[in-house]
């Protein structure tokens, strides 16, 4: 079924992260990137169907089936790997402050676009 | 017999692998068991040639190679074969001799003797592969060990410069090959090239006219004509071959002159039935085969009359032009003649011999482009005689620049008082170079010009520009011919110092190559009758005849008068050889020279290369993010808008609560939030709520397993996030109004494309999802199904057991992903600590 809310909660997240990995602060690049993949998350589980019951236990015969087992699964490696990037996006930012000084894009390598 | 032929292909491999070691016991006389390697390569090409392999018809051996993808090494055997066979160990023999003699002293000796056994059987692979990928495979083979080759000299520039042109213009015109061999492998539906029902000749017929009617022919006749362009130093591409003299002389007089740069006149003639094949056997010109079939039977009578008959049939069918006569009948004269006015341009006598020999290339490339019986007599003969004479010549070269100490023109006269036996034999080239009578090379000059008088004579009109054109080059042809036997005349220059005696092993290789000159004068049509015959067969579609040259002459024909002409015209124009070497030498110079377009093009691809690599790589998130993000968002909207896809109508979906709007809306305000937070610490906290809440959703969506980790994940990064915070200074500003309305614009097209995407794929289901498999077969008593999850995965919760049983793998991986992740972040923070850095 048609998930417009959702389409629209994730449109305005997506929106906000993109702004947010344009900004010059690097750590706002590192939110943008995790509130993104959140999203992208959400998008994921949304596919599997909200109605349902969890694919845990005997669930033979009931209706509506159980929600998609296979997203979920999917999504919880991307949450466990989305958990790596970030840390290692922010301990890199923290690096890159003791070694120039700034966490500010614009000085580090220029204005771009 | 297979064992011969692959022994043949293969023994030169592992004598090249052995060499260093060789070397490392021989030291200099590792040139003589590198002849001796190549002299049992000879040996075997001769045991299948007494054996009769492939004289009558080709014969195919094949042993699987990647049996999955139906390629196999398929070798095969005809006169065409055996003559470059021939060739690259015969011509081999002789030149690793020489090589004893002429690299006597000079550095990277065991690399030396290894590549150019390498090159030989290379290059017997090409002349025997009956597969295209296996020909490619040599062909590339043979390129590279050219490059090696002529780089040899490793600390000279013009010989690094040299190395990398050759290597350029070769092997990217083998690349256009190997598009045309895919063409014809499918059109064609085989790899083989000849020999059997199966092989593309065989078929040529329809396969042909399978490529015509998708408009391929001719894309594919061109790809496999570059290929053998650039390898033949063929005009434009000749523009490598002079400057592939750095190389030391026997790799010029090998590679250069006698086998490799003949892999592509090989190429256009083993694709020559291939191509006029279909000429006879497709809808085109039906009449055609039938007036080469009475050409070639007319040949065979010999006496002159092979002319006039193939002439008459030929005249008869006059309906068209093949698309391969125009494409290498104009490109084989057009080599000819440019390549021959350069030669005499030239000041260095390898230059001169390099122009000559691309120019003698093009002649046999306008043989074989001819589609008449003549044509391919032109081809086949000349490939021998030219082999046999320029390898010579190039030996002569060698000794006059190793016994003399140069190479320029203008320095050199009189030699034959110091080099009285390496004068005869250089007479005796040269004689047959410049196509003068009785010799070899006038015989195949004379095929050429019965082949285009044929044409000229056939077609009418511009038609009778390629005689013309073929005694213009000839004549340049006799001009720098006589100018290289001028060495040897005259007085000595005083400025030419002491002159040496070569030593034997640099003087037999030129005297045998020399009496094999003499020997195809002498009896031309035992040449022929021999092997010239078969590769004539190997080269023309249709049923085999033989061929033979009526000399003298019994009667006045076109072609006897165009020798004459040539002949004439250069004797008259000798004179003035030095007003027009110095007249064409004025004339070269910006766009008119190849060599200009090679340079500048090369020099703007790495200077517009580095251009484009600095202003794409940036080395900014932003820039690249910008990129990314922009273009995939309006790729997918693009690709929306031309499936013109249509909105599903507004509903509300099953599963959607009060409750799950509820934590949404908190979500979004988080993530506003987190956009608008004056501080780090205010943005974190808000991060975590939108976090939290998406662990909410999580649990509403009956997502239990998800919920679990997200919300650890979110403790976790929150954690971390105000760990590092606390050190990190605090921001910085906002954005200017004009970049935050940019950058607002991108976020806005990126979240639209993510809206609509969601829309539309949430409102498509598919009628049998992946997943219902799974829960079919979850937890149900064995009996019913092979209950995979419970009795094997051990476990009720779906999820679980996919991630730890069915994904395990994946799940290792991503375990390993977070542990490298760990040590990245251990070690960044120890290094800082350590003072390892700067």
Redesign the interface.
Known sequence: ?????????????????????????V???V?GV??IS??A???L????????????????GET??????????L???A??????????A??????V???HG????YDL????? | MIEIVLAVVFLPFVGAALAPAVYRLLGERTAYYAAGVAAVCLALVTRLYTAGVGLDGGTRYAVDWVPALEVSLALYVDGLALLIAFLASGVGVLVLVYSGGYMHGEPGQSKYYATMLAFMGSMLGVALAGDLFALFTFWELTSLSSFLLIGHYTSADDSQYAARKSMLITVAGGLFMLAGFLLLAWAGGTTLIAGGDDSLVATAGPTIETLRSVGLFVPALLLVGVGAATKSAQVPFHVWLPNAMEAPTPVSAFLHSATMVKAGVYLIGRFRPFFLGAEGGGAHGGGAAGSRGSGAAAGTGGEGAAGEAAGEAAAAAASLLPEWSVVFVTLGLATMTVAAVLAVAATDIKELLAYSTASHLGLITAGFGAANALGAETGAFHILNHASFKAALFLVAGIVAHEAGTRRIENLRGLRHDLPVTAVIAALASLSMAGIPPFNGFYSKELLFEATYELGHELGGTAWLFPVVAVVGSVFTFLYSIKFLSLFLGDRPDGLGHVHRPPVSMLAPPAVLGIVVLAVSAVPNTAIDLLVGSVYDSTVPGAAHGFSIPFPPSKLKPAVIMSAITIGVGAVAWPQYDRLHHGIRRVLAGPVRANWWYDNGVDGLTSGGRDVGEWVQTGLVRTYAAWTIGATSLLALGGYVVGEVGLPALSVPPGMTPAIVLVLLVAVVGAVAVTAAPSHVAGVLTLSILGFMVAIFYILADAPDLALTQLVVETLVLVLFLLVLNRLPAYYGQPSPGRALRDGALATLAGATVFLTVVLSTSATPSEPLSGVLVERANLPPGEHASVFTNYGGGSNVVNVILVDLRAADTLGEISVVAMAALAVLTLIRMRTRGDTR
């Not at chain 1, 949450?79 to 290692?88: D, E, P, Q, S, Y």
């Not at chain 1, 922010?90 to 690096?95: A, Q, S």
């Not at chain 1, 390598?109 to 676009?113: D, F, K, N």
Request: glycine share 12%.
């Open positions: 079924m048609t998930q417009w809310l959702l389409a629209a909660v994730l449109g305005l997240l997506f929106a906000l992260g993109t702004f947010l990995v344009l900004r010059r602060d750590v706002r690049v939110w995790a509130i959140q999203s998350n959400v998008y589980v949304t596919m599997g169907g909200l109605a349902g019951a969890a694919p845990i236990g005997d669930f033979r509506p089936p159980p929600t998609d087992p296979l997203v979920q699964a999504v919880l490696t949450i466990v790997i989305g958990f790596g990037t970030t840390a290692l922010l301990v890199l930012t923290y690096r402050y003791e070694e700034t966490i500010d894009v390598g220029g204005e771009g676009l």
